[in-house]
C-alpha cells in the first residue's frame, strides 16, 4: 500500500469518528456559504431579472462585467477587502476583519456576480412569448418581471445553489478575511490547507472528502431542478 | 363618432432592414368588426403590436380615441387595449386562474375576478375547463381560453392575431361569434388578422387589406408576385404591362371591378389582354364575381347586367383586359 491509498482510507475512518471541531469545522463553512447565499440570492436575483427585462444605458457594458466578475480570482475579492476591512484601511473602524461577517461579505460579493448573471440568463431563455402575454394583459414592469420569475423559479433556485457551491469551496476569501481562527472562522477549506501544511494529509483528506459530499449533495439537488419540458 | 385609431406615416422596420409596416393613413372606427387580411410577412402582427402598444413606430403617429399616443405609451392606454397574440402563453395554475390574470393584474378583487372569469369562459364555450391545469390543455383548448382570458378583461379595443388559425371548424365558428357579438352587440372595436381572405371578407365590418408592409384599398384578389423587368412585371406565368414609371415592385394588384370581360379581344389601347375560360361564377350583393383562368387566375367583379349579356357560365371562353394604369406594384 502507498502513502496516498493508505491516507485515503485513514481519512475514511476519520470521517467516521469526527470530533465535535471538525464537525463544528463544516458547521462553520455551511452557516458562511448559507448566510452568503440568501444575501447574494435577495439581490442578485431581482438585479438580475430587472436587467433582462430592461432597456436602460450601459446594459451590455453591465452583462460583460458580470462575466469577467464571474470568473474573479477569489483571493483578489480578498485582497480587496483585506484592504477596506484592515485597521488601516477606510471600514478598519468597524473591526470586522478575521470574522465571520467579513468572510459572509466576501463570499457574497463573490458570488453576487454569479447569481445576478445566471438570473438574467434564466429570463433571457425563457420564452419570449410569456413577457409578451404578460403584457398583453396590462401587466406593469414589476408584475412582469415577478410574473416571469416565478415561470422561471427553478432556473433561479439553480443560480443561488451555484452560488452556493462555489461559496463553500473558494479558499482565497476566506484565508484572507476570516484568518482560519479555530472554532471561529476556520471553514473546510481553511482547515484543509492548514492539515495539509501541517503535515497532518489523512485530517485534510478527510475534510476533503466532506467537501466533496456536500458538492455532490449539491449537484444531485440541481440534477433533480432540471426543468421539465413544458407542453 | 371618433376613431378608435388614427394612424399617419406610421412605419416600422427591424433593425436596419427595409420597413416590415409603412402606412400612410389608415383609421380604424369603433365599435366594429374589422379584419386585416394579408399573406404571411404582410405585416399584420407588427401593426396588431403596435396597435396594442407594444411596439412603438419608428415614425409617423398614433392617436388612440383621439388622443395623440406618446411613443412611450403610459400603462393606462395600454391597459385600454387586449392583444390575443397567435401563440399565447397560459401560466401555471388552473385555466380560472389563468382568465382572471388580467384582472388580477388590474387590481381586480379575488371574488369579483373570478366571477368575471367564469362569465368568459363561459362566453367562449369553454366553462367546463375551469379547474383544469392550464397546462394539461390542448392546443385548441388553450386557444379558447386565452380568449377567454382577453373577453374577460372587456377592454375597449381587442387584438386578435389569428384567432381562427389553431382551431377546428366548430371552435373557429363560437371564436367568430364572440368577436361579432363583442363588436356588434357591446360596442367594443374588435380587429382579428387573419390570412383567410374569405372569412375576413365574410366577417368583418371592414377589411384592412396588407401587402408588403403597405395598406391597399383593394381586397386582396388578383395578388400577383413577381418582378419587373424591361416596362412588364412578370410572374412566373405571364407578362404584365406596367406604365412607364413603374421600375420596381414585387407584388401587382388590379382591383376586380377594373377588369373589363368580353367574348372578343377588345381595342389595342387596353395592353393587357389574357384570353382564359371561366371557372367560377358567384354572385356577390349587386355584382358577379367571375373567376377566369388566363394564365393566372383573375376574378373580375362585373354588373349583374353585364354578366347576362356575356352568357358566361363554367367552361365559356372569355377574354380579360385591363389598363396599365388600373394597377398597382408594391
Not at chain 1, 420569475?149 to 433561479?156: F, T
Not at chain 2, 379575488?110 to 390543455?137: H, I, S
Request: aromatic share 6%.
Amino acid at each position: 500500500m502507498d502513502y496516498f491509498t493508505d491516507s485515503l482510507l485513514a481519512a475514511l475512518r476519520l470521517i467516521g469518528s469526527f470530533d465535535a471541531a471538525t464537525w463544528r469545522i463544516v458547521g462553520t463553512s455551511l452557516y458562511i456559504a448559507l448566510i452568503s447565499t440568501l444575501l447574494a440570492a435577495l439581490a442578485g436575483i431581482p438585479l438580475g431579472v430587472t436587467a433582462a427585462l430592461g432597456d436602460f444605458p450601459g446594459r451590455r457594458a453591465l452583462r460583460q462585467l458580470l462575466h469577467t466578475l464571474m470568473a474573479m480570482p477569489t483571493v483578489m475579492i480578498g485582497l480587496i477587502f483585506y484592504g477596506l476591512l484592515s485597521r488601516r484601511g477606510p471600514l478598519g473602524e468597524l473591526g470586522l476583519l478575521y470574522t465571520r461577517q467579513a468572510v459572509i461579505l466576501g463570499e457574497t460579493t463573490l458570488i453576487l456576480p454569479i447569481v445576478m448573471n445566471l438570473a438574467w440568463q434564466a429570463v433571457e431563455d425563457a420564452d419570449p412569448a410569456l413577457a409578451t402575454t404578460l403584457k398583453t394583459l396590462g401587466a406593469n414592469f414589476r408584475q412582469t418581471a415577478s410574473y416571469l420569475a416565478r415561470e422561471v423559479r427553478r432556473a433561479l433556485l439553480a443560480a443561488a445553489v451555484m452560488g452556493f457551491g462555489r461559496a463553500i469551496g473558494e479558499i482565497g476569501a476566506a484565508m484572507m478575511l476570516g484568518g482560519n481562527i479555530a472554532g471561529l472562522t476556520r471553514t473546510m477549506t481553511t482547515a484543509i490547507a492548514l492539515e495539509t501544511g501541517k503535515g497532518e494529509f489523512e485530517q485534510g483528506l478527510a475534510l476533503g472528502l466532506a467537501l466533496l459530499g456536500v458538492a455532490g449533495a449539491v449537484n444531485a439537488f440541481l440534477f433533480r431542478l432540471r426543468p421539465e419540458r413544458a407542453p | 363618432m371618433t376613431p378608435a385609431y388614427r394612424l399617419q406615416g406610421v412605419s416600422w422596420s427591424y433593425d436596419g432592414l427595409a420597413p416590415a409596416l409603412q402606412l400612410d393613413e389608415l383609421g380604424i372606427e369603433s365599435a366594429g368588426l374589422i379584419a386585416l387580411v394579408g399573406p404571411n410577412g404582410a405585416g399584420k402582427t407588427t401593426l396588431l403590436e403596435i396597435l396594442a402598444f407594444l411596439k412603438a413606430p419608428h415614425e409617423g403617429r398614433i392617436e388612440f380615441f383621439g388622443q395623440p399616443v406618446p411613443a412611450n405609451c403610459p400603462l393606462a392606454t395600454r391597459r385600454r387595449v387586449t392583444l390575443l397574440t397567435q401563440h399565447p402563453k397560459l401560466f401555471d395554475g388552473s385555466v380560472l386562474d389563468n382568465v382572471a390574470l388580467g384582472l388580477k393584474l388590474r387590481g381586480v378583487a379575488a371574488p369579483e375576478r373570478l366571477l368575471r372569469a367564469r362569465a368568459a369562459l363561459e362566453q367562449v364555450g369553454a366553462e367546463q375547463l375551469a379547474a383544469r391545469k392550464a397546462r394539461e390543455l390542448s392546443g385548441g383548448e388553450r386557444q379558447l381560453v386565452a380568449l377567454a382570458r382577453a373577453v374577460a378583461l372587456d377592454t375597449e379595443v381587442l387584438l386578435c392575431d389569428e384567432p381562427f388559425a389553431a382551431l377546428e371548424s366548430a371552435a373557429a365558428t363560437r371564436v367568430e361569434q364572440v368577436v361579432t357579438r363583442l363588436a356588434h352587440r357591446q360596442g367594443r372595436t374588435v380587429v382579428f388578422s387573419t390570412h383567410d381572405q374569405t372569412r375576413g371578407m365574410a366577417l368583418a365590418d371592414r377589411v384592412v387589406s396588407l401587402v408588403a408592409g403597405r395598406a391597399v384599398a383593394a381586397p386582396l384578389i388578383n395578388l400577383f408576385h413577381g418582378e419587373v423587368r424591361d416596362g412588364a412585371f412578370r410572374t412566373a406565368k405571364i407578362d404584365i404591362h406596367l406604365p412607364g414609371n413603374v421600375r420596381e415592385g414585387r407584388h401587382l394588384l388590379v382591383h376586380p371591378e377594373e377588369l373589363i370581360l368580353s367574348l372578343e379581344p377588345l381595342d389595342a389601347s387596353l395592353r393587357n389582354r389574357f384570353h382564359g375560360r371561366v371557372t367560377a361564377v358567384a354572385e356577390q350583393g349587386a355584382q358577379v364575381l367571375v373567376g377566369v383562368e388566363a394564365g393566372e387566375c383573375f376574378q373580375a367583379l362585373v354588373t349583374r347586367e353585364a354578366f347576362a349579356e356575356l352568357h358566361l357560365a363554367p367552361g365559356a371562353p372569355v377574354w380579360v383586359s385591363f389598363k396599365a394604369t388600373a394597377l398597382r406594384v408594391l
